[in-house]
């Protein structure tokens, strides 16, 4: 038998093989969902777990969610998801035992994000600026900047980053309610003064352009977008949600069609276009500040929209992408990554920007100060919802 005949042969698996290697690779997709969070997520364990909070101690910080206590058939604590008071409630008690928030509220309606399913971001974009700095440990400190994109009404992604890593931020929204409320939680938290600041997207039509200032510059661009093309899409993606809680709470299986239990309004759930539509208009913007940004990043929702968008940053000329991938219970998303620098220029990068004084980087930063008339939440305590009134009925004046 000829030699390449005998190649060919042999390279072909058999069918014990071929089952060997169909079982490692579940092996490893059942190890990956089991390792959950990234290790440095302090809520890692209790991705799909309700019984895993600590909800004595939230109960504690938060004396209203013990109403909102319940217990599922397995008899573990749990709270009903599909009550948007005790998601809000379990939400605000998690960013005050783990982030020192002593004040967090957001208006009837909009996104109340899952926090642990956040902070896995904010700990999976810390490893790539720890990579392109080819350290042991990701950067830390204010010298650190990061713009959120489309920060919402509840500045989740500041607050976690600010906290976690000590990192500097700009919230930028273009929805008026969103940034007060922002800027709000940021007044009346003491430990967010001078860390995040709040900017105006004043153009809905773009997302970069507007916010970025000219010589600014970011180790970091972050974004929740708007997944949805329509309001219908999006009321089906929240049935799916409660879907897949009810997998690990039987008693949500009683539930019927799913209201937007995690709130949300237009500009952060759906838009034309939807998810593919948003990244496009973002890929296309951040050709005009490949400079000044280190490294785009935006959650991608749907892993068939990945060779799309991959395609469209080869043609945007990008030097590197990566595809980040993360597993939150049943749910498996993944952040896109991208960066118009070359390994060598991120090293040189992190060389002449966070490893010298602030006063001798070489790259011009966002100066942040304390905000002067950053107030005590106790004293505020009403505040907030005061503003939001007025901002929700000036919205309805408008429509």
Request: charged fraction near 25%; aromatic fraction near 8%; charge should be negative.
């Amino acid at each position: 038998m000829p030699a390449s005949q005998k190649n060919t042969s042999s390279s072909k698996a058999n069918p014990w093989q071929q089952a060997k290697a169909a079982k490692e690779k579940a092996i490893k997709k059942h190890q990956a969902k089991a390792n959950g969070l990234h290790p440095r997520n302090p809520h890692r364990g209790t991705e799909g777990k309700s019984d895993k909070y600590d909800f004595d101690r939230l109960c504690q910080l938060m004396p209203g969610l013990k109403e909102k206590l319940t217990t599922t058939p397995r008899g573990d604590t749990s709270i009903d998801f599909s009550d948007p008071d005790a998601v809000k409630m379990l939400n605000a008690g998690l960013l005050y035992q783990f982030y020192g928030i002593q004040f967090w509220d957001i208006p009837p309606g909009y996104l109340c994000p899952a926090v642990p399913g956040r902070a896995d971001y904010i700990h999976n974009v810390a490893d790539l600026l720890m990579a392109s700095g080819q350290r042991n440990e990701p950067p830390k400190g204010k010298k650190i900047t990061v713009l959120d994109i489309g920060t919402g009404a509840n500045c989740i992604y500041p607050i976690i980053g600010s906290q976690a890593y000590g990192w500097s931020f700009v919230a930028s929204d273009s929805s008026d309610i969103a940034f007060n409320t922002s800027k709000q939680l940021v007044k009346m938290n003491r430990n967010l003064s001078g860390r995040v600041r709040c900017r105006k997207q004043q153009d809905e039509s773009h997302i970069f352009h507007g916010v970025i200032k000219k010589k600014e510059v970011f180790d970091l661009t972050i974004c929740n977008p708007p997944f949805h093309a329509s309001a219908e899409d999006a009321q089906a993606a929240s049935q799916r949600k409660v879907d897949n809680l009810a997998k690990d709470d039987a008693e949500l299986n009683e539930i019927g069609k799913a209201p937007l239990n995690f709130g949300g309004q237009q500009p952060e759930l759906w838009c034309n276009g939807g998810e593919v539509g948003f990244l496009k208009t973002m890929i296309e913007e951040s050709k005009d500040f490949a400079g000044q940004c280190l490294w785009f990043t935006s959650l991608v929702s749907r892993k068939e929209n990945l060779p799309e968008l991959q395609q469209m940053l080869a043609d945007a000329g990008v030097a590197q992408s990566k595809v980040l991938e993360m597993a939150h219970g049943n749910k498996v998303s993944r952040i896109l990554a991208w960066s118009f620098m070359i390994p060598e220029e991120h090293l040189e990068w992190s060389e002449i920007s966070w490893d010298v004084p602030a006063d001798q980087a070489q790259l011009p930063r966002t100066e942040f100060e304390p905000d002067e008339d950053a107030e005590d939440p106790e004293v505020l305590g009403d505040t907030l919802a005061d503003n939001l009134d007025d901002d929700l009925n000036a919205e309805k004046r408008t429509n």
